[in-house]
């Protein structure tokens, strides 16, 4: 009996044992690695991408000063203060096929506006800047190193000097249209056409920015 008491207290001590073992390896320990009420991270925002558009081109600029250039067409006239001017007119708009150009004139424009010229004749012409009228005569020789073969850039301001549409070409039926120049700045400006700038009577004329 004494015998098989021991070897039942054995017994029962090794099955605890082996119990406590099997609760440990079954994640029973309350010490566990990853707590059960750990924060988790929150999901980073996706960031939106809002599309671009490529450049928005420039509008094209409309005239809004129109002067006609009429050489063969058009008699010249005596302005008491500035002598005899021909060849150029102010028009009301951009002339079309039907379109006449009017009287030789000195030519009254508002500053920093958008200005063409139009050719009517059926033959080569260049409204060039010459000088500035404020106190001068007009020069004796046509005096526009860029005259008929260098046009000046689109916008360029009809003040600056050597200023020239270059050559417009004949009319072949419409008035053959300049570049799209701006008036520039204040002043008044002697303006001619190499052609015939020292024709009888001279192209040419005074225009006043305003």
């Known amino acids: ?69 009429a050489y063969a067409s058009a008699a010249p006239t005596i302005d008491p203060t ?24 000195i030519l009254n424009v508002p500053s920093g506006q958008p200005v063409q010229f139009y050719n009517f004749d059926r033959l080569a012409h260049t409204a060039s800047l010459l000088a500035a009228a404020n106190g001068a005569n007009w020069p004796a020789t046509f005096s526009n190193a860029n ?24 009319s072949s039926g419409v008035p053959t249209a300049s570049r799209v120049y701006n008036t520039g700045a204040p002043g008044m400006y002697y303006f001619g056409d190499f052609y015939f700038y020292q024709a009888t009577p001279p192209m040419r004329t005074v225009i006043i920015v305003q």
Not at 31 to 58: E, F, K, L, M, Q
Request: hydrophobic share 40%; aromatic share 4%; net charge positive.
């Open 1 to 69: 009996m004494l015998i098989a008491s021991r070897r039942l207290r054995s017994f029962i001590a090794t099955a605890g044992a082996a119990a406590a073992v099997a609760a440990i390896a079954s994640g029973g320990c309350s010490n566990s690695a990853t707590p059960t009420n750990a924060p988790r991270p929150s999901p980073s925002p996706t960031a939106t991408v809002t599309p671009t558009t490529g450049p928005t081109a420039s509008p094209t600029i409309a005239p809004l000063v129109f002067i006609g250039l």
């Open 82 to 105: 500035y002598g005899q001017v021909d060849g150029f007119s102010g028009l009301a708009a951009a002339p079309t096929a039907s379109s006449k150009p009017g009287p030789s004139q």
């Open 147 to 170: 005259g008929a073969s260098a046009a000046s850039p689109d916008g360029t301001a009809i003040t600056m000097p050597q200023f020239s549409t270059g050559t417009i070409a004949a």
